[in-house]
């Protein structure tokens, strides 16, 4: 999985060398929204879907004729809630605390434009998560990952040139944390599934 986005990586390098100086377009702002957040383990046991949110400025680089580019993004960023319950038959566990951290999310975007002031896209890449705070779950000792990397898959509305509306999924490359009960060796992975709505304005 390091190989791919590796990959992909060098894809996005080599694709903004290539563009001509004239040909680049070049856009700064700012990008927030909500995460909806869904915690998953091994044994089958999952929370409800819970909210946080994310912020910060991004770029996008884009060919104007051609449609094709690549966008990032710094944010702050929150995933899941300060109290849920995570039900596995007969047992309850209460989760308290949000994942907190910053987040790099890095796209190749396609878009098409459907008028002066109105387009679609669709997107996809990688998405880096540097966790800052742990969850914990009542009854379990978590081991949260520092880094945490999914892949993104997502699409939007640019409109009147400045705002975009996406959404994106993100599919968990590797486990968020591993956990065990207490008092005993044995151990179960969980995954953070995160859906996102963001709002963005370029300038």
């Known amino acids: 999985m390091k190989k791919i986005i590796c990959a992909f990586m060098v894809a996005i390098c080599a694709l903004a060398m290539a563009m001509p100086a004239q040909a680049q377009l070049l856009k ?23 909210t ?6 991004m770029a996008e ?7 094709l580019g690549l966008d ?8 899941g ?20 951290g910053l987040e790099i999310p890095v796209h ?10 109105l387009g679609i896209y669709v997107a996809a890449g990688p998405d880096f998560f540097f966790n800052f705070k742990d969850i914990k779950i009542s009854g379990l000792d978590v081991d949260t990952k520092r880094t945490q990397v999914a892949m993104n898959i997502g699409a939007g509305l640019k409109l009147i040139r400045h705002l975009q509306l996406g959404f994106v ?6 486990d968020s944390f591993s956990l065990k009960e207490a008092g005993q060796a044995m151990f179960d992975d969980g995954r953070t599934k995160t859906w996102q709505v963001s709002l963005a304005y370029l300038f």
Not at 81 to 100: F, L, P, S
């Open 28 to 50: 700064w702002g700012f990008k927030g929204g909500v995460n909806m957040s869904k915690l998953d383990l091994d044994r089958a046991l999952s929370s409800d879907n819970n």
């Open 61 to 67: 680089l884009t060919i104007p004729v051609v449609g």
């Open 108 to 117: 190749l975007k396609y878009t098409i434009g459907l008028g002066s002031m």
């Open 81 to 100: 809630d300060d109290y849920t319950t995570m039900d596995e038959g007969q047992n309850a566990y209460e989760v308290k605390g949000k994942q907190q």
């Open 52 to 57: 946080g949110f994310f912020i910060g400025p």
């Open 169 to 174: 999924y993100q599919i968990p490359l590797g």
């Open 72 to 79: 990032a993004a710094l944010m702050y960023s929150q995933r």
